[in-house]
């Protein structure tokens, strides 16, 4: 930023110093305008043909004056220009590099393919949770925007294969696509599936119809931002308390309740209790509204005496510090 700051004050002098030789060689040796910019042109160039030399001895005085201070500062400028470039191509060869090798180090991350209103607004969650990810995009816009955040990213098609493997396909937990058309979205399953199969893959649905045809691609979850968009704007008519509710239970920075999604690992000292027998309640002060097993059943509601088993995923609601105190026990 300083060097580039140099470069504009250089070029802003340098400027004024062909307005002033221009003018100058125009009344004091009574040239024409062409005449006066060629020979000052020549004359910061260091080519001097020799077609025009002043005859006044101001003009000689006043063309010293212009050697002098004109040379030196086109020399200082270009000079600038070739270290603004020089320094611009190594940052790019340097940022690479170190973003390359960032990609290769991480491992169990996920994929956000298209960083577009909703891509950005997934990559801040991500991020305000410490989930490690990549984005995936090709325009330089964006790009920059995400270079301004400090998001990891792959400059690319997100549909070809070489991105997807740059971006560490294989070692990724999970894919998102959310790139503009439902077709581009289909083709980054596809492709994900192929080289990850056991990848989960979230993808966004611009049409309706659309959302069949994904999930039988391979997406494991399809969402529509639109049809959600509806769902949420006729409950806030039919039903604003619920609504209310869900927005505070589910938005990151409430601070009243919060409402997560913990999964029981293997040595959790909760395994084989009862809900009432685990204290969750008691100790905690948290709610158990559901039971996720992994078969993909659901227990909405589980009675006190629902005996926990390892790989429950447990759907808690309660302040969020005692969520937090939770979670460690799970994963205990």
Known sequence: MILA????????????????????????????VVDSFYTTITTLSTVGYGDYTPKTTQGKLFTVFIIIVGVGTMLYSFGLISEVIIEDRLRRILGRGKLEKMIDKMNNHYIICGCGRIGFLICRELAAEKVPFVVIDNSPEIIQKIQDEGIIY??????????????????????????????????????????????FILSRSEEEESEHRLLRAGANRVVSPYTLGGTRMAMAILRPAMLDFIEITTRRQSLEL?????????????????????GIRQRYGLIIIAVKKDSGKMFFNPLANYIIAKGDRLIAMGEDENVKSFAEVCLA
């Not at 999964?263 to 009862?274: L, M, T």
């Open 5 to 32: 700051n140099k470069l504009k004050i250089a070029l802003l002098i340098l400027f004024t110093i062909f307005m002033v030789g221009t003018i100058g060689f125009y009344f004091i040796e009574e040239w024409s």
């Open 154 to 199: 792959c400059k690319g098609d997100a549909t070809q294969d070489k991105v997807l493997i740059e971006a560490g396909i294989k070692r990724a937990k999970g894919i998102v696509c959310v790139l503009p058309s439902d077709a581009e979205n289909l083709y980054v399953i596809l492709t994900a599936k192929e080289l990850n199969h056991d990848i």
């Open 258 to 278: 919060r409402m997560e999604e913990l999964a029981v690992g293997d040595g959790s000292p909760i395994i084989g209790k009862s809900l009432e027998e685990s």
